[in-house]
């Protein structure tokens, strides 16, 4: 079967010229290079582990590890491999610390609420966050 062909025109409320296109791409060129110059992500060197409102150790990003937690729901286990770290596997039900998968660069956060456990990653700047000011 065949469809008929319809040519959809779309109308404008204005006319669009060259040099708008011009000015839209000099525009995203400019953001593209501000986001690139002033929002470089640092990536961290150590990861603070918190089980239970307390520090459980700090670990170096850059030596393959594995960490086992024991908190109220069960077993978390933490991953460090390749200069990331993410929760290997938790206890919980939703499942969200897992979900979010590896992290790498200073001020990121996996938390396990159900366990009580976080990791952190750390570098040489402290990272600021919208709680800042």
């Not at 491999?81 to 001020?107: E, L, V």
Request: glycine content about 8%; hydrophobic content about 40%; aromatic content about 14%.
């Amino acid at each position: 079967m065949l469809l008929p062909k319809r040519i959809i025109k779309l109308k404008l409320p204005f006319k669009f010229f060259l040099g708008d296109s011009l000015i839209i791409l000099v525009s995203l060129i400019f953001i593209i290079f501000a986001f690139k110059t002033f929002w470089h992500f640092e990536t961290g060197s150590v990861v603070q582990v918190n089980f239970q409102g307390k520090t459980y150790g700090n670990f170096s990003l850059f030596q393959d590890k594995k960490i086992s937690l024991i908190g109220h729901e069960g077993e978390s286990m933490i991953e460090i491999k390749d200069g990331r770290a993410r929760f290997k596997s938790a206890p919980c039900k939703n499942q969200y610390c897992i979900q979010q998968g590896w992290i790498s660069y200073t001020g990121q956060m996996l938390i396990c609420i159900p366990n009580e456990v976080s990791i952190e990653i750390l570098g040489k700047t402290k990272a600021y966050d919208s709680l800042n000011y």
